[in-house]
Structure formats: structure tokens, C-alpha cells
């Protein structure tokens, strides 16, 4: 996997690449990471970037200039199926882009990325991640070069380098092999491979006879998400908090039950609106 980031700031990730997962998978060879600067693709004497927007409005709007070009100056180095044109054939960079490649707009604007979007990148070969500032980007970008673009959520940045490092870290992560134990991507918040246990937990209970809350509801054939469930280690007994009694027991079935029940409450209290989400 190849991640490139295009950005104004390439020294913002000079931390956020060098610790944990991401620096050992970088070690490892398993990921590969470009930062490259915006305003290296500039031909002005001020190296400039951005622009009034057309209309008028408060601040100034990334050109997309720079970005067509940062792009496609890695075209060399992208996949055959994911050249970007240049001028008539630059609108088709969504299509061609598609196979192994994303070009990713980071943006409060886009789609709100969630942990299958992670999952469905995870499985490409390589991304391009576009770093907004300012008031925006030119719409062009999401129109004619962008495959995707990604918002982390409902507010607003000062700009894309913290969102693209988020982005970086999540996908990394769910390569095989980025992580010490395979298992640790399975049983989390948001992981649909989590499910498995929440079944055999809802079919534990079925065959006791035992009463369990309904699954998180939404149409067609999405299996729910749930947040994941509390956690505890040593020491057994802290500030007069105890660990659940059940968590040790070593009744492995009471366990899985347990957790199940407290995933769905943890997920009723903080995140309802996955109650309803139909993703």
C-alpha cells in the first residue's frame, strides 16, 4: 500500500508518520508514504495556491491548478488504470481512478468516513490523499479529480493534514500484518468482522432460552454496528471500583454475553443514532 499526501504544510507529518503502527508498518515495508508540497506544482513567483472566490465571500479558495498538477505528476508512479489526463481527458480521472487507486479530497464538505470505508480502501493499492485549507477547494477537484471525498465528521478544521493523518492511521492499520495480533481488527467498534461474536453470542442466549435486547435495527441486509465493549485490567480493585465480578469467573459463554449486553447499552447511551443508521 502507497498513501501520498498532497498539502501546503508537508511538515505537519513529520509526527503523526513516526509513531506507532504506522511508523512499523512503514519500517516493515508493508506501507510506503509520500508527502509531497502543493506549492512545488505552483509557477508564480509567490508560489501562490489559493484565490478569491468567483461571486464574492469571505477568505480564498485552493486552486485547482496546483492540485491537477500534484496529481498528476505522480501519474508516473500511479497504476496504469489510474493515469490522470490532463485538459479533456482530466474529467474521466474519476473512472480511471477507480480500480486500484483513490484520489481522496479531505473536506468538511464530503461523504462521512466510517470504518467501512477503511475497510473498502484497505484494499487498494494506493491513495492519494488532497489536503483542503482555507474556505474550500475549487469544486472542480471533486468533480474531475477527486474519486472520493471524505469528511471525519460533523465540524470543521482549519484544514485537511490532521484529517488525512486519521485517514493514514485507519487504513494502516487493517493491513494484514500492520498489527502484532490479526485479532485485535476483529472484536472492535465499528468492525463488521466483530458481528461473528454478537451472533454467537444472540444464539448462546437463544438456545438457554435466555431474553436478549433486539440488535441495532436498519433495512436491507447491513448487519448492525455496535461500539465496543468496556475493557478492564489489573488492578482487580481501584479507588473502590471494581472489575465486574462475571469478567472473572472464567465462564467464557457468560462472558461473551455479557459484553454483548454491554456493547448495546454503551451504544444505546453514547452513539443511538446507529440505531437507525442504514450506512
Not at 485549507?133 to 465528521?153: F, N, Q, W
Not at 433495512?219 to 465493549?229: I, K, M, Q, R
Amino acid at each position: 500500500m502507497r498513501f501520498d499526501i498532497i498539502t501546503i504544510f508537508p511538515g505537519f507529518f513529520a509526527g503523526p508518520l513516526d509513531y506507532g503502527i504506522v511508523r512499523r508498518a512503514r519500517e516493515s515495508g508493508l506501507v510506503e508514504v509520500g508527502v509531497h508540497d502543493l506549492r512545488d506544482f505552483t509557477h508564480d513567483r509567490h508560489r501562490s495556491v489559493d484565490d478569491r472566490p468567483f461571486g464574492g465571500g469571505e477568505g480564498m479558495v485552493l486552486k485547482p491548478e496546483p492540485l491537477f498538477e500534484a496529481v498528476e505528476s505522480l501519474s508516473g508512479r500511479l497504476p496504469a488504470n489510474a493515469a490522470v489526463g490532463a485538459g479533456k481527458d482530466a474529467g474521466a480521472t474519476k473512472e480511471t481512478a477507480r480500480g486500484s487507486t483513490a484520489i481522496i479530497l479531505l473536506s468538511a464538505s464530503g461523504k462521512l468516513f466510517r470504518q467501512s470505508e477503511a475497510m473498502r480502501l484497505a484494499a487498494l493499492d494506493r491513495i492519494v490523499l488532497l489536503c483542503g485549507r482555507y474556505e474550500g477547494v475549487d469544486e472542480r477537484v471533486a468533480e474531475h479529480l477527486a474519486t472520493d471525498e471524505i469528511s471525519i465528521g460533523d465540524f470543521v478544521l482549519s484544514g485537511g493534514e490532521l484529517a488525512a493523518a486519521l485517514v493514514v492511521d485507519a487504513v494502516t492499520r487493517l493491513l494484514p500484518g500492520a498489527l502484532g495480533n490479526e485479532a485485535s481488527t476483529i472484536e472492535e467498534s465499528f468492525s463488521a468482522r466483530g458481528e461473528m461474536a454478537t451472533d454467537q453470542v444472540t444464539r448462546d442466549a437463544r438456545t438457554e432460552g435466555e431474553i436478549v435486547a433486539p440488535p441495532l435495527t436498519r433495512p436491507g441486509p447491513t448487519e448492525p454496528l455496535l461500539l465496543d465493549y468496556p475493557h478492564y485490567t489489573r488492578p482487580a480493585e481501584f479507588r473502590g471500583w471494581p472489575v465486574p465480578e462475571i469478567l472473572i469467573g472464567g465462564n467464557h459463554k457468560e462472558i461473551r454475553r455479557w459484553r454483548h449486553r454491554m456493547a448495546l447499552e454503551k451504544t444505546r447511551r453514547n452513539r443511538p443514532d446507529l440505531f437507525a443508521d442504514t450506512r
